[in-house]
């Protein structure tokens, strides 16, 4: 898609990519990282095995100007639909190497593989890991409740 240095795209690449983001969410403001190959599965509770989905491509971590502050998409290689998850305190995100798990607000169960690069995994775990905490600390400076757990700590 685009050239790819050690901390992720550069220069034009990372133009392009956020400009093609911005097709699908004009709020996305900034790439925060990038994983040039991720498949998607999904948990099949009738077969109780995980599922590989018709989703693969390039993962992108961002930040966005409105509300969700944050989020994650996969740009998908193999159709026209992208996967877009907001990182919002509803998000469990575990790494059990060598996948990422996450649960979204719907209770829907994926795990993500890296195709390419399994050292990935670890840099954009601690990414969103990183959004989670600041959306705790903000949930706590307003009086709320703590959002964090024991899976995402």
């Not at 998000?91 to 169960?109: G, I, T, V, W």
Request: proline share 3%.
């Amino acid at each position: 898609m685009a050239a790819v240095a050690a901390g992720g795209l550069v220069g034009k690449g990372r133009d392009i990519s956020l400009a093609a983001l911005q097709r699908h969410d004009p709020y996305i403001n900034r790439i925060v990282d990038v994983a040039s190959q991720v498949a998607l599965y999904t948990f099949g509770h009738r077969a109780n095995e995980w599922e590989k989905t018709d989703v693969e491509g390039t993962l992108f971590v961002y930040t966005r100007s409105a509300s969700p502050k944050h989020g994650f998409t996969i740009m998908n290689r193999l159709s026209m639909e992208n996967r877009t998850e907001p990182i919002t305190k509803d998000l469990d995100f575990q790494l059990q190497d060598p996948f990422l798990l996450y649960r979204n607000a719907r209770c829907e169960s994926f795990f993500l593989h890296w195709v390419v690069l399994h050292l990935k995994f670890g840099q954009v775990f601690k990414i969103v890991q990183c959004m989670l905490l600041c959306l705790h600390l903000v949930s706590v400076a307003m009086g709320g409740v703590s959002i964090l757990t024991n899976a995402n700590v």
